[in-house]
């Protein structure tokens, strides 16, 4: 009997502890963006570390990734260290190296949670249900838009060949709220979400609506759903809110909310992004 | 002639480079909170440890600090190492270690910023200007409200002798808007605007109105401005504006915004936080 192939995603995270108890990974084209990795695809590998070290205790609360430099196709190294453990979080370092220069840099910490008093005190945003949403392509030039299903309720990439107003002065608003999937569909675990919370396009691209240099710096997530929940999602699309706040001299942040279709919210996250202008 | 007595601030953020590169720094009584020091500090001084390294280049754009464990009251010892020094920016990743436990982490970028077309896309809070804000005199019990002039506009620190609703239907909202600023006055610098994102009580206190043990787990701050127009505010009172938006299983999200005075969107930052019910 053939085994099941892997999906392209967990091909892209997958490790290999080396004899020094480090962790090898390769680049996927399938995740490659205009240059180098997906950076999505880069934080859930770097998750991914912590998840799989023998030491890991507790399930993903909160992830920072710091993008430090290129990632070149090919293999990479990462290390991850845990720092720190409590009673009931354990707190991660992690490191990707390639060709002796440090790529990226991770913290994450992880909590053994308990149920208690819970409230959400943002609402869900009024969209109508996945299925009534049209699929949205997106450019072709760009491998991992390939791997994920998006419906654009709002905000989707503009048409950079209808040329952007000559001056500022129309009041653009950033907002892109989109149903998401891995593509082909893939059940959802903290990997996978975290990898989601990347998928929007740059900010800039909406505001200025033409071509512009940009990359995430930094990002953080929280993950505000527990492994169970994620399981229950299965391979449901899951609905992506986000927005910039401020551009200047160069870099403009983004926060975002990513929501199960029963309205439950799974993770919050920022970035922080370069742009040329 | 005497000399001026340094500013409470600049002493507990103050650092001593030893023989081995690291930064010993000392808890200071003035901001200590109810266990352990004022978090908003502990930041200020990670981050301080990155600006005093002679390898540090450009200016503070990112910061996320993780508080893995509590912070006794006596000397500890930073190591500040630039893990990567690109054309423009510069990652650094930081430790605060005490009696050989590491109890802190950090990473931040500094960025060469240059000008760029800029926009804010968020609004400046609909608030009266600080000198119509009544100053709110805070518990005493906590050593570092002493170190800030606050003026609540909104959520001030709710009074917990009176007894919450029994039940959570009421629609509560944890905002609060508030006119901060360093007591004694103080100019403002990137390391006095971290600890200012940190200053906002927890807002569980102001959801659930009865005393509930939280702390900080992660904080992530951008700063959107630079050195001269922070330089430019002087010691006038900066405005803050904090939310939570989701509470569960032990742990609730923050987001939060800093002002200045005239309009200007200084920082971001997000937190993560624990509490227990």
Chains 1, 2 share one sequence.
């Not at 009997?1 to 480090?22: G, K, N, R, S, Y």
């Not at 593509?183 to 989601?196: H, K, N, T």
Request: glycine share 6%; aromatic share 10%.
């Amino acid at each position: 009997m053939p085994a099941v192939p892997a999906h392209p995603f967990d091909t892209a995270i997958a490790l290999q502890a080396d004899e020094h108890a480090h962790f090898i990974g390769h680049t996927s084209p399938a995740y490659a963006n205009m240059i180098g990795p997906f950076g999505g695809i880069t934080a859930a590998t770097l998750l991914n570390a912590a998840c799989l070290h023998p030491a890991r205790l507790g399930e993903p609360l909160a992830l920072t990734v710091n993008y430090a430099g290129p990632v070149a196709d090919g293999p990479f190294r990462i290390s991850a260290r845990a720092v720190r453990t409590n009673r009931s979080t354990q707190h991660w370092s992690m490191e990707l190296e390639q060709g002796g220069a440090i790529a990226a840099t991770a913290s994450a910490v992880f909590a053994a949670r308990r149920e208690t008093w819970s409230a959400t005190e943002i609402g869900f945003p009024q969209v109508p249900p996945a299925t009534e949403v049209p699929i949205n392509p997106m450019p072709a030039r760009v491998a991992w838009f390939k791997q994920y299903e998006m419906r654009f309720a709002e905000g989707g990439m503009p048409d950079f060949r209808i040329a952007p107003p000559a001056d500022d002065s129309t009041a653009h608003d950033t907002t892109s709220t989109l149903w998401v999937r891995d593509e082909p569909p893939r059940p959802l675990d903290f990997a996978s979400l975290a990898a989601i919370c990347d998928v929007f396009i740059p900010r800039i691209f909406l505001r200025r609506r033409r071509p512009t240099p940009a990359g995430t710096v930094s990002m953080s997530i929280y993950f505000h759903a527990g492994s169970e929940q994620l399981a229950a999602q299965g391979t449901q699309p899951v609905l992506g809110r986000a927005r910039a706040q401020h551009f200047r001299a160069g870099y403009f942040d983004q926060t975002a909310e990513v929501w199960s279709p029963d309205r439950h919210l799974l993770a919050t996250t920022q970035q922080v992004v370069y742009y040329k202008e």
